[in-house]
C-alpha cells in the first residue's frame, strides 16, 4: 500500500465526530488496506500516532506505535503497536501532567498540554476483538491525543495557556520547561 497525506488543522473533518466501526467493517479487507495505509503514512510522517480523520476517513480508528528511535520524540521508549478501534477512555487518576505535543495535522508547532496521568482504554482490536489497557504518562497522553482526533478535537483545544503555543524550530526545551514550572 503507500502513504497517505496527511490533512491539516483547518479541514473541516478534523473537527467532526468520527462513526464507529462495526465488527464486519472492522474484518473487512477494505480496512486491512485501510490499517496498511495508515502504518505506511505513520512512518512516512515520522510519528508515534494517527488517527483516521487525520487520512480523511471519518472513523474512529487510530493507531500507535511508540519508538526510542523517534526524531521528534528522543527520550521516550518503545511501546507495542496499538490499533484501536471505537475505543472509550476511563480517567483513572485526575491528576494532570504536561508534555509539549506535536501533532501531524498541526505542522511545525508544539503545544504544552495538561492531561490525566492515568487512563483505561477500552477498544476493539484489528481481530475486533474487545481490549482493556491501562496506560500513564507520556503513553496516556499519546492516547488521549490520538483519540480526541475521533471526537473532532486538536490538542490546541486542549491548551490551557495559548502563549505557549510555538513553532518547533524556536523552541528551547531546557528553558520553556523552567518558564512553565515557575
Known amino acids: ?34 490499517l496498511e495505509d495508515m502504518w505506511d ?35 521516550m521508549e518503545d511501546s507495542e503497536a496499538f490499533v484501536i478501534f471505537n475505543p472509550e ?20 508547532l508544539r503545544g504544552f498540554v495538561e492531561r490525566p496521568r492515568k487512563i483505561r482504554v477500552d477498544f476493539l482490536d484489528e481481530g475486533a476483538q474487545p481490549r482493556s489497557i491501562e496506560v500513564e504518562d507520556f503513553l496516556a497522553t499519546v492516547f488521549q491525543h490520538e483519540l480526541d482526533h475521533l471526537i473532532g478535537k486538536l490538542y490546541v483545544d486542549r491548551m490551557k495557556d495559548i502563549t505557549t503555543l510555538m513553532f518547533e524550530d524556536e523552541m528551547i526545551f531546557e528553558e520553556l520547561d523552567e518558564e512553565i514550572l515557575d
Do not use: H
Not at 473541516?12 to 464507529?20: G, I, N, Q, S
Not at 512512518?43 to 523517534?70: C, F, H, R, T
Not at 477512555?89 to 511545525?108: A, M, N, R, Y
Open 1 to 34: 500500500m503507500s502513504a497517505i497525506e496527511i490533512i491539516k488543522m483547518g479541514n473541516p473533518l478534523l473537527r467532526e465526530v468520527a462513526e464507529k466501526f462495526s465488527v464486519e467493517e472492522i474484518k473487512s479487507p477494505d480496512t486491512g488496506l485501510l
Open 41 to 75: 503514512s505513520l512512518e512516512a510522517a515520522g510519528g508515534i500516532g494517527l488517527a483516521a480523520p487525520q487520512i480523511g476517513i471519518s472513523k474512529q480508528l487510530a493507531v500507535i506505535k511508540l519508538s526510542e528511535d523517534s526524531d521528534r520524540y528522543p527520550d
Open 89 to 108: 477512555i476511563t480517567v483513572l487518576d485526575k491528576t494532570e501532567q504536561g508534555f509539549w505535543e506535536g501533532c501531524l495535522s498541526v505542522p511545525g
